[in-house]
């Protein structure tokens, strides 16, 4: 319990606001969804013929474990955009082309990427943040479908498939509630830092956030101490949080020595089915080296606090206050 307002202090360090908190993020969303809404009304001058659509937030911004970026560039932004049309009625590649030709012009870099379309946003010739704009029509039963599928693709490469962006906002934000639901926030941006610091942005040799969310969802839980009969306020310990998840996450590595976490909403697909063998081996290696480090600092935090600093610093990295 003594290390913890150091955990604090680190989550203040990393966290990334939501959009309603965060200003400028906030100005860079809506300059893209300004110059798609007119490029769609350019493409579509018919208003009886124009379809229709919606934007929504998704992603870590909108359920709020968003860290920063740790070399403070490209920070991810995931935008929905849902258009109201029966989606086996068209080309998903089709569809995902109206919003690429309604945006590519507004920067220099705007790429058709198989699940979505990505608006570069540059400074000092290095990219600075970027949007992703997630396509959606809807099944038969209302339900969303995200259009997949690059502008060259051939048939058998372009699908609409099943996804709930907003279902698993919701399924996230209702997991906890109050305080619990504070600390299972950090934990998830504490874990989401460990990765930035420890993989390669590049390739599937790190594990994706969502993936290290997924697992919180399934194995975290609250750490805090409080009693019947005390009126001391309830103390939360990260620390003992963190450790106890990342031993969950060992423990549910299989034979053979892989770990597999699905997707709590649809498609629930598993989120580390893209990492080879020896990528999962690395992976589980550094996620035993962080819950060394974990017992390490706990060990010695009550006793010698700078020294349990200094084994958090070497996995959490070095905004980690010391």
Request: hydrophobic share 35%.
């Amino acid at each position: 319990m003594a290390i913890q307002p150091k955990f604090r202090q680190f989550d203040e360090a990393i966290k990334l606001r939501r959009f309603d908190e965060n200003a400028e993020l906030r100005e860079k969303r809506d300059r893209v969804l300004k110059r798609l809404r007119e490029g769609i009304e350019r493409r579509f001058p018919d208003r009886s013929t124009r379809p229709k659509f919606e934007t929504f937030n998704q992603g870590s911004y909108e359920m709020g474990t968003g860290v920063k970026p740790v070399n403070g560039r490209d920070y991810d932004i995931d935008v929905g955009v849902r258009f109201d049309i029966e989606a086996n009625q068209y080309d998903p590649v089709v569809v995902k082309r109206w919003v690429h030709e309604a945006v590519k012009e507004h920067t220099s870099d705007v790429q058709f990427r198989r699940p979505c379309i990505t608006v570069f946003y540059k400074c000092a010739g290095e990219t600075a943040y970027h949007v992703d704009l997630a396509v959606y029509g809807k099944d038969f039963w209302g339900s969303d479908m995200l259009a997949v599928g690059k502008e060259h693709s051939s048939a058998d490469q372009r699908k609409w498939e099943s996804s709930k962006p907003t279902e698993l906002t919701k399924l996230i934000g209702d997991q906890y509630s109050g305080e619990d639901a504070d600390q299972f926030r950090r934990v998830i941006r504490y874990l989401k830092r460990w990765k930035d610091v420890n993989f390669s942005a590049e390739g599937n040799a790190a594990p994706r956030g969502i993936a290290l969310t997924a697992c919180a969802y399934h194995w975290f839980e609250p750490s805090k101490t409080s009693s019947f009969w005390s009126s001391e306020p309830v103390q939360y310990n990260d620390l003992d949080a963190m450790t106890r998840l990342v031993k969950q996450t060992l423990a549910w590595f299989l034979w053979g020595g892989r770990l597999s976490v699905t997707l709590p909403v649809s498609p629930g697909n598993n989120l580390f089915e893209k990492m080879t063998d020896q990528q999962m081996a690395e992976f589980k290696g550094k996620l035993e080296r962080l819950h060394d480090a974990l017992i390490a600092a706990a060990n010695c935090a009550s006793t010698n606090e700078a020294k349990a600093c200094r084994h958090l610093i070497g996995v959490l990295g070095s905004d980690f206050p010391a």
